[in-house]
């Protein structure tokens, strides 16, 4: 076992300039994660005035009503757009998301170790962990509760059915309201774990991925045995070899 893995990943002394990198999310894969982002703070942020009086001057003119239909239509657009862009990566998150295996359980036995950023000792892990599997699950199906509890308000026949347009309002303040508590858990564990870069660069540090995604690694590994994976991984500073440690 190498001494990175005895090292919680929080308390990681920063790694080799010459440490190898490993993909982890092509360029539309990250374009798409960006559209995500922008789009759904933007409803966030246009759709408060919509529902807090003391932020209502904000929506006068009708304004931040016209934004918060603009960001819905580019959120309503991503599992679209990543069907068309990266049809493989979009069906690959929705399997890895749903399906939780023995050892998924059991690391969410231990998640408050790992949310304290300790990963050490944590049960095995895919592409995935067990957090990031739970957390873009309920986010795949919230949003979709958000999008037709959306989709009726915006276009819904209330005018014969104000019981139901109260219900749907409910809903979609309630869906909107957990998927930003997802959202702040998700910041929280980017920061802790330092895995901007991941979404940024599309790549991760092999040293995090043997702490973080073993099994992941493993199969990475047993692929490159078998063929080249050399456009799956890349070194910090080219002029050193990867490490293979
Ligand atoms: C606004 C700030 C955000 C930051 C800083 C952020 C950060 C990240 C990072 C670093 C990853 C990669 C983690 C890894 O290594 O696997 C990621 C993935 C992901 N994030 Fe975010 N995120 C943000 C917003 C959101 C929002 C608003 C959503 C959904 C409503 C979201 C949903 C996802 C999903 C589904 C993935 C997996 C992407 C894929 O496999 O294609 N993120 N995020």
Redesign the pocket.
């Known amino acids: 076992m190498s001494e990175t893995t005895a090292t919680p990943v929080a308390e990681q002394p920063e790694p080799p300039a010459s440490d190898e990198q490993i993909l982890?999310?092509r360029p539309g894969?990250r374009y798409?994660?960006l559209l995500?982002?922008v789009s759904?703070?933007v409803l966030f942020l246009s759709g408060l005035p919509l529902i807090f009086e003391p932020l209502s001057f904000l929506a006068a003119g009708g304004y931040s009503r016209i934004v918060h239909r603009v960001a819905a239509v580019a959120f309503m657009a991503v599992p679209i757009l990543?069907f068309i862009v990266d049809r493989e990566?979009?069906k690959?998150?929705i399997r890895e998301s749903f399906v939780f295996e023995r050892d998924d359980f059991r690391w969410l036995m231990q998640m408050g170790q790992y949310a304290l950023g300790n990963a050490k000792d944590m049960p095995p892990q895919g592409r995935?962990n067990a957090g990031?599997k739970l957390?873009?699950a309920l986010?795949?199906v919230l949003?979709a509760g958000v999008v037709f509890s959306g989709l009726l308000l915006w276009i819904g026949p209330f005018e014969i059915d104000a019981p139901l347009q109260a219900w749907t309002v409910v809903i979609h303040n309630v869906t909107m309201g957990a998927?930003v508590l997802?959202?702040v858990g998700?910041?929280y564990f980017?920061v802790v774990y330092k895995?901007?870069n991941?979404?940024?660069t599309g790549y991760?540090p092999r040293y995090k991925a043997r702490i973080e995604h073993q099994k992941w690694l493993a199969e990475l590994e047993e692929q490159k045995g078998s063929s080249s994976a050399t456009d799956t991984t890349h070194t910090t500073d080219s002029s050193a070899e990867a490490r293979e440690d």
Do not use: C, D, P
Request: hydrophobic content about 50%.
């Open positions: 982890r999310y894969q798409i994660h995500v982002a759904f703070t990543y990566g979009a690959e998150l995935l990031q957390h873009h986010v795949m949003s998927l997802l959202l998700h910041v980017t895995a901007i991941n979404m940024h991760m």
